[in-house]
């Protein structure tokens, strides 16, 4: 460690501080959550009798685990699942209150599982997406009392909101636009008409007064006229296709039946524009419909839709498709695999509280009726066989298709990225970051010198198309530096060998993703059993993945050791849920891919060991036990 450092400790400005609560505790899927509304009984009868009105909007006092946001708007939601029994609803919580928010969160989504027996779909197609490196949304299970009444299980979607765009991409600038589905349009050039877009395909939910239509109508003519030599080049300024093609995939896997590929046209998406180069993005939304037939074709509408089409005529493309369905095969495995374990895990967390629910609604002979409990179980039973069966056949399918893996390339599993302190698998401009693969090394090799090379050994690593710096390269995988230019949001990763290329995995770049390495006293010493923290200290913790600094040098360069260089966004931490106070947060000087975080421990610690939390954008990262006494 450079010691110089520490001189710093005592002449900074303490500032930031977090809630004790985070987002990530309620999204947490292991717990099944209570949330408890208080309003008028007549407005909650009418939000039965008025089930239609989806303008209308009712007040009501939210509260869980002792959060309490009052004057909260509640009203109902929802298309196929609207119903006077168990309306599918939504909550606003600046409706009343400009700026009021529920850990940072604007809205929630509470679905009603109409469309959905099981009530499982969207959370394991969430939860699926996540462990493939995919766009998803956090979801969570929650029992919902209204004047301390039990009225049903729901499921607790986060919503699109600018919260989610910041911390996703690293800006809320952009364009979100809403997929409005069906009617039978698979991505098909309209002609310059706006009005046949917005808001009759899409509708805004950023930039409403000028959502720059054109722009839009551009891309889609591009992806429609372009020419069969031109077209990757041509839909490049506007995509990433190979990000495309892993989410259809991703989908197909999913036996999604109402989504980008259907019948009756694409349904189920958000699309963003991504401000800081334009690059359009889909999102997953509303996947109740998820977990059809497990021998559905894996080339299921695939023709229907112009732009995959298009994408799957293009070898790299095509390959990309294949390789996304593999890796889903891989991640949910067969019998004894990941779903498998999910799907009882989450009957076990739900079943009482589906059993419970007074007022449950799903299709029974063709019309919404009370659901049967029967029909739960039967729902949950038709998962159990789709997990068992799916990755087999779609393996097969891969095989029909001519699918292979490179010999002599790496097999890069889900999640082979992460940050290189937490483990989490998530990257973020500038991270250290361990890439798990086996490579025909026999002993590892350390970059001895800067700027940090972009091979090793004959080992180099693609993200988004960029030759990533390596600090070190082994038999069993590689430590290198995200590159720090390259913007936040769905991406992807790929290793090579002396030529030989692995899969493409997809991958999220986000703005921030803390994780921490080790803590040490002002001194230098280490925070350990042996030499624990005391309440009231100043300690220095070594972390990676606070993204942007105020002054960003090159990839693969040392931070400069003749001055200091904070990080460009703040940085708060709590310490056993007590917010802390951070001194200073900037690049670790002499170091790359390495970043320090000088902390003020609360005075109220108590013996033994404390959780600290570093967050950012509101969102927090994993917690690292610290020695304290």
């Known amino acids: ?53 989806k303008k209308k909007y009712y007040n009501c006092d939210f509260q869980w685990q002792g959060v309490v946001v009052p004057q ?4 109902t939601r929802g298309s196929g699942s609207l119903n006077p029994i168990k309306p599918g609803l939504g909550i606003e919580f600046g409706a009343n209150a400009a700026g009021q928010t529920f850990l940072g969160l604007q809205s929630l989504v509470l679905r009603n599982f109409v469309e959905d027996p099981s009530s499982m779909h969207e959370h394991l197609t969430m939860r699926t997406m996540a462990r493939m490196g995919l766009p998803y949304l956090r979801t969570v299970f929650i029992r919902l009392f209204v004047n ?16 989610f765009l910041k911390t996703r991409f690293g800006e809320d600038i952009g364009f979100l636009f809403e997929g409005q589905g069906g009617g039978g349009y698979h991505f098909q050039y309209l002609g310059e008409d706006p009005s046949h877009y917005v808001d009759a395909l899409f509708n805004p939910k950023t930039h409403k007064d000028d959502p720059q239509t054109q722009v839009l109508i551009d891309m889609i003519r591009t992806a429609n006229q372009a020419s069969d030599g031109g077209f990757v080049q041509a839909m490049s300024k506007y995509m990433d296709l190979g990000a495309f093609a892993a989410y259809v995939a991703a989908e197909i896997f999913l036996v999604e039946t109402d989504g980008i590929l ?6 189920n998406f958000y699309l963003y524009r991504r401000a800081v180069d334009d690059h359009w993005f889909f999102l997953p939304w509303d996947k109740e419909m998820t977990f059809g037939p497990a021998d559905w074709p894996i080339w299921k509408y695939t023709q229907d839709n112009v732009l995959l089409r298009r994408a799957l005529q293009v070898p790299e493309l095509r390959q990309r498709y294949l390789d996304t369905l593999h890796l889903a095969a891989e991640v949910t495995g067969g019998s004894n695999g990941w779903l498998a374990q999910e799907i009882e895990r989450v009957y076990n967390q739900i079943r009482q509280a589906m059993l419970d629910d007074p007022s449950r609604v799903c299709i029974v002979d063709g019309a919404q009726a009370k659901c049967p409990a029967a029909m739960f179980e039967v729902a949950v039973q038709f998962l159990r066989d789709f997990a068992r069966a799916r990755a087999d056949f779609v393996t ?44 025909p090394l026999s002993t ?5 010198g800067w700027p940090l090379p972009e091979e090793l050994r004959g080992v180099s690593v693609m993200v988004s198309g960029v030759k990533a710096p390596l600090i070190s390269v082994s038999p069993t995988g590689a430590l290198l530096q995200t590159p720090s230019q390259l913007p936040c949001g769905p991406s992807s990763l790929a290793v090579t060998v002396s030529g030989i290329a692995s899969e493409t995995i997809p991958v999220e770049l986000r703005p921030a993703n803390p994780g921490i390495f080790v803590a040490a006293h002002a001194d230098g010493s280490v925070v350990n059993t042996a030499s624990p923290a005391t309440k009231g200290e100043i300690v ?36 056993d849920g007590v917010p802390a106070g951070v001194q200073w ?30 967050s950012m954008f509101g969102e927090t990262g994993p917690g690292y036990a610290l020695a304290v006494r």
């Open 1 to 53: 460690m450079n010691r110089s450092l520490f001189i710093f400790a005592n002449l900074l400005v303490a500032s930031g501080l977090c809630p004790g609560q985070t987002i990530d505790d309620f999204f947490d899927a292991i717990s099944l959550q209570d949330i408890r509304l208080t309003m008028s009984d007549a407005d909650w009868q009418n939000v039965h009798d008025h089930y239609t009105d």
């Open 72 to 75: 909260a708007a509640l009203h």
């Open 148 to 163: 301390g009444v039990y009225v049903g299980l729901y499921q607790v979607s986060e919503p699109y909101d600018t919260r």
């Open 262 to 267: 259907s019948d009756s046209g694409m349904a």
């Open 396 to 439: 097969q399918s891969l095989l029909d298709a001519g699918w292979t893996h490179a010999a002599g390339a790496p097999n890069l599993p889900a999640g082979a990225a992460s940050n290189a302190a937490s483990g989490i698998a998530f990257l973020s401009p500038g991270e250290q970051v361990a890439v798990q693969a086996d490579l």
């Open 444 to 448: 590892r090799t350390t970059a001895s």
């Open 540 to 575: 220095v913790l070594w972390v990676t993945g606070l993204g942007a600094a105020e002054s960003d040098d090159s990839s693969g360069q040392a931070a400069p050791a003749q001055r200091l260089v904070v990080m460009k966004n703040p940085v708060s931490a709590v310490v």
């Open 585 to 614: 947060a900037g690049l670790a000087p002499g170091f790359a891919a390495l970043q320090v975080v000088i902390l003020r421990l609360p005075d109220e610690l108590t013996g033994g060991k404390a959780i600290v939390k570093l």
